[in-house]
C-alpha cells in the first residue's frame, strides 16, 4: 500500500472511531500514536479530501478550530462555550429544511449550532460543592 493510503486510511478511521467530534490537532495527536513522522498539514490535507468526498463533515465552530464528525447526515450540533465540547443534538434537520422559505432558491444543506454550557461546566456535575 502507498504511504499516503495508510495514512489517509488511518486519519479516516480515526475519526470514525471517534464520538467527540475530533479537531485536526486531535486527529494528529491520535495519528501520531500509530504514524510518528505524519505532519500536521497532512492531517489537514487528508482531513478535507475526506470531506470533499462526503466521507467525513466539517462542524465549523464560531471563534474555535472546526470539529470534524463520522455522522454526514443533516444533524445539529451543541457548543459549549466554556469548554468547546461539541455533541449531536437531537432535532428533525430534515423537517427544519423543509419548513424553511428561501424563496425561488434551493436549500441543499444547513449547519446548525446551539450554543450554550454543558453540564460538566455549570457546576452540576461537581463532586465537591
Ligand atoms: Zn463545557
Ligand atoms: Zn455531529
Redesign the pocket.
Known amino acids: 500500500m502507498k504511504r499516503n493510503t495508510v495514512q489517509k486510511d488511518l486519519i479516516k478511521k480515526i475519526v470514525l472511531a471517534s464520538c467527540e467530534h475530533p479537531t485536526a490537532e486531535g486527529v494528529y495527536a491520535s495519528a501520531r500514536e500509530v504514524l510518528p513522522n505524519i505532519s500536521l498539514g497532512t492531517v489537514y490535507r487528508v482531513l478535507h479530501e475526506l470531506v470533499e468526498a462526503g466521507d467525513i463533515i466539517e462542524v465549523p465552530v464560531s471563534g474555535r478550530p472546526s470539529r470534524f464528525d463520522k455522522t454526514t447526515g443533516a444533524h445539529a450540533h451543541f457548543v459549549?462555550k466554556?469548554?468547546g465540547?461539541v455533541r449531536d443534538v437531537a432535532l428533525n434537520v430534515a423537517g427544519v429544511m423543509a419548513a424553511a422559505d428561501a424563496g425561488e432558491s434551493v436549500i441543499e444543506d444547513v449547519d446548525i449550532v446551539f450554543e450554550g454550557?454543558?453540564e460538566?461546566?455549570n457546576g452540576k456535575h461537581d463532586a465537591i460543592a
Do not use: F, G, I, S
Open positions: 459549549c466554556k469548554c465540547e454550557v454543558c460538566n461546566c
